[in-house]
């Protein structure tokens, strides 16, 4: 943020963590001409997770907006124009950050977040039945689609893969696909994003051009975190071959064990002690034994990450999903594991996670129990190699060996279900693993 002499400020996004380089402007709550007082929120701000609530530096009036609803931004770039009001002192700019933006996980319900709707003219070069032969990598058969870097970027940035690439029309030349043209594709609400790309085969099989009946109904517009993760999962399952392994626990000893210390250790570390620190414990374990798990695939190497940082899915009271990551959860202790995941749990439910709190993780926990599920098959949160469900914990009769004999007792049983990239691990590899997850949650303590 910059001044002159005559109070006039230049309004530059702020830092919003370490990874985060550029922004979209979600939303002014000021127009221009507009008062506001110091603290007050001036515009929304989204990035890859979660949205940020920037606020004033001083009381002023907004001058000019520079980037509207919509528009990229790169942190530190001047978004707008305040005048400070008279005998307000005015912070001078600082090396370190422009301002302080406040993380939230939705963005608010009034900001007009979807993408406009375009005219059927805008729309008409995206109306014809899409035919495109490619490779088996997905891209476009033979030289003539050619994706420059920038390109490259706005697909990743969008995840938009190669294949879907493929079947946006090209103006540039020689075939080549402009950056404009991507952005149309986009704006026209990316028509091709569930179709098949046809892949050209000996028997010249081509998916049928099926006219589905949608019914009619009440139109509920889907927010901008429900697109994010309707994109995230359809680009990971188009992207990691995926297969699902299952065993079963008996968590009657730890069941037990919390039953029996869960009120010493609330009175000890000051915190609750529900099965997700457990969880935790018992995964972190279960990845230094097979480190392989804890992978991503980079083209045609594989990173085999050092840190183990575990993502936990959690349900937001809108009903959409946020995964809040424990940093190093093989470093900490039980008590540290709880309070970590007690204060991300409620950060979640109260939408005050920062961007910084939802990002590195290596691998997931999805604890689909919570919901009253028996089961599940997860979709891996990319760019990681697997992703565990853990389901409800549910008492039954089950056959126990002894050396006297067989008896049948009552015991707490669930079921944890690994969906694993299949590029990169195993069938032996993956079952191993969850054995071994089992076996730690299992053991007496």
């Not at 003539?144 to 940035?157: H, M, T, W």
């Not at 990551?325 to 409620?346: C, H």
């Not at 098959?377 to 990319?382: A, D, F, G, K, Y």
Request: proline share 4%.
């Amino acid at each position: 943020m910059s001044t002159n002499t005559t109070n006039t400020i230049e309004f530059k996004l702020p830092k919003m963590g370490e990874s985060i380089t550029e922004g979209t402007i979600l939303n002014w709550l000021f127009a221009e001409g507009d008062t506001f007082n110091e603290g007050d929120t001036l515009v929304e701000v989204g990035t890859d997770k979660v949205d940020n609530e920037v606020p004033a530096p001083c009381s002023g009036k907004l001058v000019k907006i520079k980037f509207q609803a919509k528009e990229n931004v790169k942190i530190g770039e001047v978004i707008a124009v305040l005048e400070a009001s008279a005998g307000k002192p005015v912070k001078k700019e600082s090396s370190t950050s422009e301002g302080k933006a406040v993380s939230t996980t939705h963005a608010n319900p009034s900001a007009k977040t979807s993408l406009s709707k375009t005219s059927p003219s805008k729309n008409s070069k995206f109306n014809h039945q899409f035919t495109q032969i490619t490779n088996e990598d997905g891209r476009p058969k033979g030289e003539q689609r050619f994706y420059s870097p920038l390109v490259e970027k706005i697909a990743k940035d969008h995840h938009i893969s190669y294949e879907e690439l493929a079947r946006i029309p090209a103006t540039g030349e020689g075939g080549r696909l402009k950056k404009s043209d991507v952005f149309d594709y986009i704006e026209a609400g990316r028509p091709y994003q569930y179709s098949q790309t046809i892949i050209e085969k000996e028997v010249g099989f081509k998916v049928p051009d099926l006219k589905l009946d949608k019914g009619t109904g009440k139109l509920v517009e889907m927010d901008r975190m429900r697109q994010m993760i309707a994109d995230h999962m359809v680009f990971s399952k188009h992207t990691s071959p995926h297969v699902t392994a299952y065993v079963e626990a008996d968590l009657t000893e730890m069941v037990q064990w919390r039953n029996k210390n869960k009120a010493s250790f609330l009175e000890k570390t000051g915190q609750k002690l529900t099965f997700t620190p457990l969880f935790i414990q018992a995964v972190t374990r279960a990845i230094q034994d097979f480190p392989m798990i804890n992978s991503s695939l980079d083209g045609k190497n594989i990173i085999v990450k050092e840190d183990i940082n575990i993502g936990m899915a959690t349900a937001l009271p809108s009903g959409n999903l946020i995964v809040p990551v424990v940093k190093n959860a093989d470093q900490k202790d039980l008590g540290e594991l709880a309070k970590e995941v007690n204060v991300l749990a409620l950060k979640a439910r109260e939408n005050k996670l920062t961007s910084d709190e939802t990002k590195g993780s290596s691998f997931t926990i999805s604890n689909v129990g919570t919901f009253g599920s028996l089961m599940g098959t997860p979709i891996i949160n990319q760019p990681e190699a697997a992703i565990l469900a853990t389901g409800i914990i549910k008492k039954r009769a089950e056959v126990m060996e002894y050396e006297e004999g067989d008896k049948i007792e009552i015991r707490h049983m669930m079921y944890l279900s690994l969906s694993f990239d299949h590029r990169i691990v195993d069938g032996f590899l993956a079952g191993s693993f969850l054995r071994r997850i089992a076996d730690y949650m299992e053991e007496k303590r």
